[in-house]
């Protein structure tokens, strides 16, 4: 692991330990990791492997990101204070992000070491993945499901609590629902 890649994960760690104290919810809240996770891609991602188990392998990776995410954004407390929405990540949300940040960077030193390599390429041997790129590829599309996906479920859940506040700021009657409905 390269310096440049320690600095990543810590700054992408931060984030979210900046994100316990409750701010607005902002552009800048949701560009600068959407930002950083570009940056990533642009240094990562040279090539996508399809050859053997590859895709499938990226798949599964990142289809835990976005389990990661939705959990994460479920977690982070969303609200409306005077017409705008304030976010804080609750103490479960830093968890699971520090757990799948910590996953990443786990494998990545241990990869980087020769009885990581040995049990990584034995690994791959065995489960036709062809190449050290499929496994980058795989822990970048995970961070990318999980920062997107939570992202995308904190802006929603904001969304929907804002125009909820202007409803009942402005009066309006409620929408009623109907018996038996689930919607």
């Excluded at 931060?14 to 409750?22: A, G, N, P, T």
């Excluded at 499901?145 to 609590?161: K, M, N, S």
């Amino acid at each position: 692991m390269t310096t440049t890649d320690w600095i990543l994960d810590i700054v992408l760690v931060l984030i979210v330990f900046r994100q316990m104290r409750e701010e607005r919810l902002t552009a800048r809240t949701v560009l600068l990791p959407l930002a950083i996770i570009g940056w990533a891609a642009t240094t990562y991602l040279h090539h996508i492997p399809t050859a053997g188990n590859d895709l499938l392998l990226a798949g599964a990776f990142a289809a835990a990101g976005i389990v990661f995410g939705v959990f994460g954004g479920l977690l982070t407390r969303v609200r409306v204070v005077d017409g705008q929405v304030r976010i804080r990540a609750s103490l479960g949300a830093a968890a699971l992000w520090v757990a799948s940040m910590g996953f990443r960077l786990g494998f990545a030193v241990w990869s980087s070491h020769p009885s990581g390599e040995t049990h990584l390429a034995h690994f791959s041997a065995a489960h036709h993945i062809t190449s050290a790129q499929a496994w980058v590829v795989a822990l970048i599309l995970m961070a990318f499901g999980e920062v997107v996906v939570r992202l995308g479920t904190i802006v929603v859940r904001g969304q929907l609590q804002l125009a909820r506040a202007r409803r009942e700021g402005s009066g309006a009657p409620a929408p009623q629902t109907r018996p038996g409905a689930y919607v």
